[in-house]
T-cell receptor, first 112, second 116 residues
Framework: SQQGEEDPQALSIQEGENATMNCSYK?????LQWYRQNSGRGLVHLIL?????REKHSGRLRVTLDTSKKSSSLLITASRAADTASYFC????????????FGAGTRLAVHP | EPEVTQTPSHQVTQMGQEVILRCVPI?????FYWYRQILGQKVEFLVS????????KSEIFDDQFSVERPDGSNFTLKIRSTKLEDSAMYFC??????????????FGAGSRLTVL
C-alpha cells in the first residue's frame, strides 16, 4: 500500500536544538505535505512541497524532497517547547488526488 | 481564519447503538473527508465526498458507515451499529480542490467516540 512512513517514531530534544524527521513513501507523487498534531487535537497543515521542488522553507521549518529516493525530511530549527507535538507526512493516493495517506508520525518532545 | 467545526467533541455510546458525528466544513471547500485515529495509532482515511456523492472509501468504511450532506453546510458520518473497535477519534476535513496546493486539508478538532 502507498504510505508515508516517518522516522524516528519518537524524538526528544532540548529547546534550541534542531529536530529532523524523515518520511519515506512508496509510489510516485506530485506533492508531499507535512502536518502537525498537538495531543488530542486535529491536524494542522504545515507545508506542502511539490515534486519539482527540492527544498522549501517556512519560518523555522525546512522541508526537503528527494523523489529519486522517495523520501522527505522536515527540519525544525531552534526548537521551542511549543513545538512539542506529533508530525506526520502525507502523500496523495496514487490512484487519484482525492485523498491523503498519512504516515504513523514522529512524536517530538522539546524540553525546556 | 476559516475553520472546520465538529460536534460532539466527545460521545460515549453503548455497543450496537447508532451514532451520528457532525461537521461543518469550510464554506468554499468542495471536498470533504472523514478520517479516524485509534488512540496512539496513525490517522486512517475513511471516505471522501465530492459533488454530493462518495468519491472514494477505504476498506474500513463498510456497510455500517454512511455519510451525508443533508444541507448546504453540514457533513455527517453515521455509524449504524457501533462496535467496541469503533472507539477512536474521528476527524472531519475539507479541501478546496484536488490539484497540488488545493488538496491541503483543513481538519476539525475531532470527535472522540467511546463505545462501551
Amino acid at each position: 500500500s502507498q504510505q508515508g512512513e516517518e522516522d524516528p517514531q519518537a524524538l526528544s530534544i532540548q529547546e534550541g536544538e534542531n529536530a529532523t524527521m524523515n518520511c519515506s513513501y512508496k509510489t510516485s507523487i506530485n506533492n508531499l505535505q507535512w502536518y502537525r498534531q498537538n495531543s488530542g487535537r486535529g491536524l494542522v497543515h504545515l507545508i506542502l512541497i511539490r515534486s519539482n521542488e527540492r527544498e522549501k522553507h517556512s519560518g523555522r521549518l525546512r522541508v526537503t524532497l528527494d523523489t529519486s529516493k522517495k523520501s522527505s525530511s522536515l527540519l525544525i530549527t531552534a526548537s521551542r517547547a511549543a513545538d512539542t507535538a506529533s508530525y506526520f507526512c502525507a502523500t496523495p493516493f496514487s490512484g487519484g488526488y482525492n485523498k491523503l495517506i498519512f504516515g504513523a508520525g514522529t512524536r517530538l518532545a522539546v524540553h525546556p | 481564519e476559516p475553520e472546520v467545526t465538529q460536534t460532539p467533541s466527545h460521545q460515549v455510546t453503548q455497543m450496537g447503538q447508532e451514532v451520528i458525528l457532525r461537521c461543518v466544513p469550510i464554506s468554499n471547500h468542495l471536498y470533504f473527508y472523514w478520517y479516524r485515529q485509534i488512540l496512539g495509532q496513525k490517522v486512517e482515511f475513511l471516505v471522501s465526498f465530492y459533488n454530493n456523492e462518495i468519491s472514494e472509501k477505504s476498506e474500513i468504511f463498510d456497510d455500517q458507515f454512511s455519510v451525508e450532506r443533508p444541507d448546504g453546510s453540514n457533513f455527517t458520518l453515521k455509524i449504524r451499529s457501533t462496535k467496541l473497535e469503533d472507539s477512536a477519534m474521528y476527524f472531519c476535513a475539507s479541501s478546496l480542490g484536488q490539484t497540488p496546493g488545493a488538496n491541503v486539508l483543513t481538519f476539525g478538532a475531532g470527535s472522540r467516540l467511546t463505545v462501551l
